[in-house]
Structure formats: structure tokens, C-alpha cells
């Protein structure tokens, strides 16, 4: 099994990214899929996730400016990153789970000017 996250990289305040993971090994739509972050000194926490019927849910601190969405046809679900602050950087990551989880290795989205 691999998760392979990617869009990470440096922004300014206020721009958008948008991260996407791509899964290997598992039947993608049957997962329940999500991004967490992990700030510098901080525990992991959720941002969002979005069920196997594409029903999404969200951290209160990203709601209204990040979106969570898949594509089973491509084993792929992204998070598109808008309004982004610099209270959002971190490292991000894709996690697959059913009754086991799998984690991707991480990608870095630092916001700065």
C-alpha cells in the first residue's frame, strides 16, 4: 500500500495551493480518506475527511476556505487550499482508512511572506 501526497510548497498569505494524494494497493473507493496537518511543536490533528459516499467534514479552523474532494476513478483525493494563513503551515498529510489506517510520508505547506 502507498499514499503519495504532492502540491505542497511555499505561499503567501492569503494565496492557494492544492494538495492531492494518490493511493496504490487498496480499493480506493471503499476508504474513508483524509488530510491531517503537523505544525512545528504541535500534535497531529483532522482537517478534513470525505466518506466513501463523498460526504465531507471539516476542522473549524479550515472551514469555508479549504475543500476536500476525490476522483475514485484515479485512486486520487485532493484538498484544495484557499485564504491560506500562516497558521496553516505544517506538514500535511493523506491518510486511507477502513479498518486499518495507512499514512502518506507528508508534504510541506508553508505559508510565509
Known amino acids: 500500500v502507498q499514499l503519495e501526497e504532492s502540491g505542497g510548497g511555499l505561499v503567501q498569505p492569503g494565496g492557494s495551493l492544492r494538495l492531492s494524494c494518490t493511493a496504490s494497493?487498496?480499493?480506493?473507493?471503499?476508504?474513508?480518506m483524509a488530510w491531517y496537518r503537523q505544525a512545528p511543536g504541535k500534535q497531529r490533528e483532522l482537517v478534513a475527511g470525505?466518506?466513501?459516499?463523498?460526504?465531507?467534514s471539516y476542522a473549524e479552523s479550515v472551514k469555508g476556505r479549504f475543500t476536500i474532494s476525490r476522483d475514485n476513478a484515479k485512486n486520487t483525493q485532493y484538498l484544495n487550499m484557499n485564504s491560506l494563513k500562516h497558521e496553516d503551515t505544517a506538514v500535511y498529510y493523506c491518510?486511507?482508512?477502513?479498518?486499518?489506517?495507512?499514512w502518506g510520508q507528508g508534504t510541506q505547506v508553508t505559508v510565509s511572506s
Open positions: 491518510r486511507a482508512k477502513v479498518l486499518v489506517q495507512y
Open positions: 494497493g487498496i480499493t480506493f473507493a471503499r476508504y474513508y
Open positions: 470525505i466518506d466513501s459516499d463523498g460526504r465531507t
